[in-house]
């Protein structure tokens, strides 16, 4: 069996004596993977990508990084936090070379500068002269340049403009099929992450509510069109609305569905903004066992 990139159990995260930031959360990650971490503010993403980058401690419940415990696999895991936390009196050039110095022997030097080059980074600017995308840059050439087996962004598309994004996200999707680089990033942009990603984790109120590959939760999910009288009692529903004589639903069906009702499958946009307009809205989330099994 191959070892998951990412596998949390019963994972739980506390702030504080009363307020759970995360919660009873499992499920794996095969590796290799690129995984979209999304959820509405406040759900626990940031803490779920810290707690895998070792930069927090779980309050309950383990999560593993490549088959360790995170502090072990450090070397191996590239981390780009939301805050980009980068040196401000470097410049651009430095900080490539303390990238070098801190990863000796797998350190891609040329990736590295290719991630600057293409945003037109004079290297010798400081940090703290850098806009904030600018600065997204750098931290993704950081995190790239050490070659990491798995890559967790938080965010990281969030300050660039749409012709960076679509740059960064093709250099992301190259590292990710040249080297089989796992890569775990949230975003609040769910439309981006249709073409980029292929394994879904959706977070909310602290609960992993959906997790396992795209395809896979789309397959599950059919969005109907059926009279406004239609019994949707045997099917898990989603959402679902009445407008004059029809109901419209998006079901998890437990069985056939009437010849009578219009189907078709969701898109991820749809799936997971469904998803976040009904918090009370049953989760799906496979049996470790069944993942283990897929993978
Ligand atoms: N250091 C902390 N101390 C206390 N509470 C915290 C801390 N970090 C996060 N929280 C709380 O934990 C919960 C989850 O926060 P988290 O930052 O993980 O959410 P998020 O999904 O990343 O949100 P966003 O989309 O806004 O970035 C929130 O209620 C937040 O207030």
């Known amino acids: 069996m191959t070892v998951p990139a990412l596998e949390a159990d019963a994972l739980g995260k506390r702030f504080g004596r009363r307020s759970w930031a995360l919660r009873d959360c499992s499920f794996r990650l095969p590796a290799g993977r690129v995984?979209?971490?999304?959820?509405?503010?406040?759900?626990?993403?940031?803490?779920?990508?810290?707690?895998?980058?070792?930069?927090?401690?779980?309050?309950?419940?383990?999560?593993?990084?490549?088959?360790?415990?995170?502090?072990?696999?450090?070397?191996?895991?590239?981390?780009?936090?939301q805050d980009k936390p980068l040196y401000q009196q470097l410049t651009v050039a430095e900080t490539l070379r303390m990238g070098a110095d801190l990863n000796p022997g797998h350190w891609d030097a040329d990736t590295a500068r290719r991630v600057v080059a293409?945003?037109?980074?004079?290297p010798d600017r400081r940090i703290r002269a850098l806009s904030g995308g600018q600065r997204t840059r750098v931290a993704l050439a950081l995190a790239l340049?050490?070659?990491?087996?798995?890559?967790?962004?938080?965010?990281?598309?969030?300050?660039?403009d749409p012709l960076a994004r679509h740059e960064?996200?093709?250099?992301?999707?190259?590292?990710?099929?040249?080297?089989?680089?796992?890569?775990?990033?949230?975003?609040?942009?769910?439309?981006?992450l249709e073409d980029s990603c292929d394994h879904l984790l959706l977070v909310g109120g602290g609960r992993i509510r959906l997790s396992g590959e795209i395809d896979d939760l789309l397959a599950?999910?059919?969005?109907?069109?059926?009279?406004?009288?239609?019994?949707?009692?045997?099917h898990d529903?989603?959402?679902?609305?009445?407008?004059?004589?029809?109901l419209g639903a998006l079901i998890r069906?437990?069985?056939?569905?009437?010849?009578?009702?219009r189907t078709g499958e969701p898109s991820l946009e749809d799936l997971?903004?469904?998803?976040?307009?009904?918090p009370m809205a049953p989760a799906l989330t496979p049996a470790p066992e069944t993942t283990e099994a897929a993978a």
């Open 35 to 81: 995984c979209a971490v999304v959820g509405p503010n406040g759900a626990g993403k940031s803490t779920l990508l810290a707690l895998a980058a070792g930069l927090l401690a779980p309050t309950e419940g383990t999560v593993r990084v490549l088959g360790a415990a995170p502090a072990a696999v450090r070397p191996r895991v590239g981390f780009v936090d």
């Open 118 to 122: 293409g945003g037109d980074l004079d």
């Open 237 to 246: 529903v989603v959402e679902s609305r009445t407008t004059g004589r029809q």
């Open 272 to 278: 997971v903004l469904s998803y976040l307009r009904n």
């Open 145 to 160: 340049g050490k070659r990491p087996e798995l890559l967790l962004l938080d965010e990281p598309m969030a300050d660039l």
């Open 220 to 234: 599950a999910h059919t969005r109907v069109t059926a009279p406004a009288t239609a019994d949707l009692a045997p």
């Open 253 to 261: 069906p437990a069985g056939p569905l009437p010849a009578d009702w």
């Open 168 to 192: 960064l996200m093709g250099v992301l999707m190259g590292e990710a099929a040249a080297h089989g680089t796992t890569i775990v990033m949230s975003s609040h942009v769910v439309a981006e």
